[in-house]
């Protein structure tokens, strides 16, 4: 299995509204990264974990809290967005993290957040 | 600091031509480097990596870039295009050190058309 899960696929969500988008991989990576992509745009990080600790947080709105139960498991909880937080969420994986990361990222789909 | 620029935000070619994409980096320390594909609608899928050794490096569909460090340039390449390579690519730089160790930075992506 070399796929990273996410779900749910689309997502739309009022600014009052908490949810949380699920991120589930089952190749024994021990790395998990939250990237954001905004239309025509990069993938811009925002968290890293490496071992189930965040290692990463790239100054993200504490609107946007990540949690890590497990190796397999990745959860983005999200509240009180904002309609420029629309964009895919692109969950990651990899074998580990850090030592200049050259490690290959395996990435999910993505779930394509509308907040309004 | 790190920072990866890509040539041409399109790059429109005919089946059976040539495909060169151009990836032009920044690194404070020795880089590695990364071509990523994105099919609509879907995550990232990794094509190839440089990180240390032969500077000639082959990827998955026929694609292979050349690290060129005086140059830094890491631009990719396939020799005859095909309709299903038609995507966005994005070229991506990570390095061992410094304030950006253990980040992955992509570049703005090139959008490959390939035409009949």
């Known amino acids: 299995d070399t796929e990273v899960t996410q779900t749910p696929k689309h997502l739309v969500m009022g600014m009052t509204n908490k949810k949380s988008l699920k991120c589930e991989q089952h190749?024994?990576?021990?790395?998990m990264y939250w990237y954001k992509q905004k239309a025509k745009k990069p993938p811009e990080l925002m968290f890293v974990?490496?071992?189930?600790?965040l290692s990463i947080n790239e100054s993200v709105p504490s609107r946007f809290s990540p949690e890590c139960p497990n190796s397999s498991l990745l959860n983005l909880h999200l509240h009180a967005l904002q309609p420029e937080d629309s964009a895919l969420y692109l969950c990651?994986?990899?074998?580990?993290w850090g030592a200049g990361t050259n490690e290959k990222l395996f990435f999910g789909s993505g779930t394509q957040l509308s907040v309004l | 600091a790190q920072s990866v620029t890509q040539l041409g935000s399109h790059v429109s070619v005919s089946e059976g031509a040539l495909v060169l994409l151009r990836c032009n980096y920044s690194?404070?320390?020795?880089?590695?480097l990364f071509w990523y594909v994105q099919y609509p609608n879907q995550g990232l899928q990794l094509l190839l990596k440089?990180?240390?050794?032969?500077?000639l490096v082959k990827g998955i569909n026929g694609f292979e870039a050349e690290f060129k460090k005086s140059e830094t340039s890491f631009h990719l390449t396939k020799p005859s295009a095909h309709m299903s390579d038609a995507a966005e690519y994005f070229c991506?730089?990570?390095?061992?050190?410094?304030?950006?160790?253990?980040?992955?930075?992509f570049g703005q992506g090139t959008i490959l058309t390939v035409h009949p």
């Open positions: 190749m024994g990576h021990r790395a």
């Open positions: 990651a994986s990899s074998q580990v």
């Open positions: 690194s404070s320390v020795p880089p590695y």
């Open positions: 440089y990180t240390t050794g032969a500077t």
């Open positions: 974990y490496s071992y189930e600790k």
């Open positions: 991506a730089v990570s390095n061992a050190g410094g304030t950006s160790y253990g980040k992955l930075t």
